[in-house]
């Protein structure tokens, strides 16, 4: 069984700085897919960065960027130059790699951005 | 390219009736998956349905059931509802293969009374 954990309820970073978000995970499967999604207020999940477990190099979108390591079976998210539309509910989120998608889910991290 | 369709946004029932909620995913997108989300148990995968059948099942009671029309439109039928089941209610789309991304719609938001 995969289990997905987010250590932080809640966060918040003054406009223009970097945050880092945790996330934990367990899974016995050998090819699994990390996520971050970003859900607004207008409840709709977006996907923020997606990691593929066989590879290495951490991904990145622009302002986004994840650390993973997958000894310690971690992988948090970092959002550099933070701006105002960046404020939301964060999950973290593991599926197998296979056709079968079923993602599992963290609690989610609250992020506040101060301007 | 319209994006994911969930109807309706809101939905007030009272214990004990049924409901049925529906998605309409991404054209050309063949599996849906629907999710449970609660201020308590966060997200909960419910099933996915995948060219009309369901291919993966979360653990749920048999009170939640789901279909897929050949149009690839969704239903997911709650039966007999409880308190509990007041929560947000996500369906996803996707091509169904491996290595592609999931869009989500804005949700269905139930309440039991």
């Known amino acids: 069984a995969q289990t997905v954990t987010q250590s932080q309820p809640e966060m918040s970073v003054q406009e223009a700085e970097t945050v880092t978000l945790s996330c934990t995970y367990d899974?016995?499967?050998?090819?699994?897919?990390l996520f971050w999604y970003k859900q607004p207020p207008s409840r709709q999940m977006i996907l923020v960065i997606r990691?593929?477990?066989?590879k290495q190099q951490n991904a990145t979108e622009n302002r986004f960027s994840v650390n993973f390591q997958k000894a310690a079976k971690s992988f948090s998210l970092k959002i550099s130059d933070s701006q105002l539309g960046d404020a939301a509910m964060y999950f973290c989120?593991?599926?197998?790699?296979?056709?079968?998608?079923?993602?599992?889910w963290g609690l989610g991290t609250s992020l506040g951005v101060n301007p | 390219k319209a994006g994911v369709t969930q109807t309706p946004r809101y939905l007030i029932k009272t214990r004990g009736q049924q409901v049925t909620l529906s998605c309409s995913p991404i054209s050309g997108h063949r599996s849906v998956s629907w999710y449970q989300q609660t201020p308590g148990q966060g997200l909960q995968f419910l099933f996915e349905?995948?060219?009309?059948?369901?291919?993966n099942k979360g653990n749920f009671p048999g009170r939640f059931s789901g279909r897929q029309f050949s149009n690839s439109r969704s239903e997911m039928n709650v039966s007999t509802l409880e308190l509990g089941d007041s929560a947000l209610y996500l369906c996803a789309s996707s091509l169904g293969q491996k290595n592609t991304e999931a869009f989500f719609g804005q949700g269905t938001r139930l309440t039991v009374v």
């Open positions: 990691q593929e477990a066989y």
């Open positions: 349905y995948f060219s009309e059948t369901q291919r």
């Open positions: 989120a593991c599926s197998n790699a296979g056709n079968n998608r079923k993602l599992i």
């Open positions: 899974t016995s499967e050998s090819d699994y897919y």
